[in-house]
């Protein structure tokens, strides 16, 4: 992977992100999504959407029907946790995603 040139890099937009208002104007007609508390965090809204979106898509094409989103704290601020009743990932699969995200070698590995 080619690392981006600086040039192309660019700025977070950091801001506080109403999670609960954020998480209802997501795409998920299939998917009952619950929240644990209604925090606002400091976020790139565009980043977090886009991350949020991509779960929420993973969660439904492995038959998921609820997703709870739970904030916690974390060494470094917020974390979001997402759990979903989807009949998940095969154990080889997972085994193969760890490795990818461990050596950084996404390309045809990941979804």
Known sequence: MQPVPEQLRAEL????????????RLPHDQLQL?????????????LLTAALINLLDNA???G????????????????LRLHDDGH????????DLAEALAS???????G
């Open 88 to 95: 998940g990932t095969a154990p080889e699969r997972r085994a």
């Open 64 to 79: 998921a029907t609820t997703v709870v989103v739970t904030p916690r704290d974390g060494p470094q601020g917020l974390v």
């Open 34 to 46: 619950h929240l644990d508390g209604l925090p606002t965090l400091q976020a790139d809204p565009d």
């Open 104 to 110: 950084q070698d996404y390309e045809g590995r990941t």
């Open 60 to 62: 439904q094409r492995h």
């Open 13 to 24: 937009q950091v801001q506080a992100v109403d999670l609960g208002a954020l998480l209802a």
